[in-house]
């Protein structure tokens, strides 16, 4: 069973609030992932890390950020949230194996409702 | 552009059937190929991973690879009302790729529903 949790599972919050999604993980994966998903559609890669002090953006464009300064701890935030930022957030992590990509482990994912 | 392509379905199969779900991928390269189910609203969990061509069976999943077609799919025997879900394929590049080219790349998961 995969160690990565986030927090919190559901979050509604008014327009304009800054607000920070956690991610933890102890398997002591270097690699860390944010995704969006909406419902019933696909999984969309917004940030990534591959280590500590790393942090990229990802394949769609996030007006959230991120952090990585352990390497157990995978934070998002919202400055300023907007009804457009409604959807899942899930935080997944992995680990390479030489030049191989293996599995990544999700968290069970924080649902946010902007209102 | 790598590209992971899956059938979006509904692919509708009866109770006890076998499902059948097949990916396609783009990077010749490829090195890791999993496959996850996520239900409405959850999660997506790995159910299969496999890296080597042909055949992988756990239980009642199979996970077939075939590198020079670049296809990848999963047979799921003895379909349950329960296995109704969103199948992902996810396909891991070569590492040596920089940026997020590096990372696992997902299709856009195929819905399975098994009928009583």
């Known amino acids: 069973e995969a160690d990565i949790y986030q927090t919190p599972r559901y979050l509604v919050i008014g327009t304009g609030k800054k607000i920070t999604l956690e991610c933890s993980q102890t398997m002591g994966h270097d690699k860390m992932y944010w995704y969006q998903q909406d419902p019933g559609m696909e999984l969309h890669l917004i940030h990534y890390?591959?280590?500590?002090?790393?942090?990229e953006k990802g394949d769609l464009s996030s007006e959230s950020t991120v952090s990585r300064i352990r390497t157990e701890h995978f934070p998002l935030t919202l400055e300023s949230a907007r009804p457009s930022h409604t959807s899942q957030y899930l935080c997944a992590s992995s680990v390479q194996q030489g030049n191989m990509n293996t599995e990544a482990f999700f968290g069970q994912g924080t649902r946010l409702t902007v209102v | 552009q790598k590209e992971v392509e899956q059938n979006s379905g509904p692919l509708s199969v009866p109770e006890g059937a076998i499902a059948s779900l097949n990916c396609t991928y783009s990077?010749?390269?490829?090195?890791?190929f999993f496959w996850y189910r996520q239900y409405s609203g959850k999660s997506p969990e790995l159910i299969m991973s496999i890296y080597s061509n042909g055949d992988k069976e756990d239980g009642r999943f199979t996970a077939q690879l075939n590198k020079a077609s670049q296809y990848v799919s999963l047979l799921i025997r003895d379909s349950q009302p329960s296995d109704s879900a969103t199948y992902l394929c996810?396909?891991?590049?070569?590492?040596?790729?920089?940026?997020?080219?590096?990372?696992?790349?997902f299709g856009k998961g195929t819905k399975l529903s098994v009928k009583p």
């Open positions: 996810a396909v891991g590049p070569y590492m040596n790729y920089g940026g997020s080219q590096g990372n696992l790349i």
């Open positions: 890390s591959y280590g500590v002090n790393s942090t």
């Open positions: 990077d010749r390269v490829s090195q890791s």
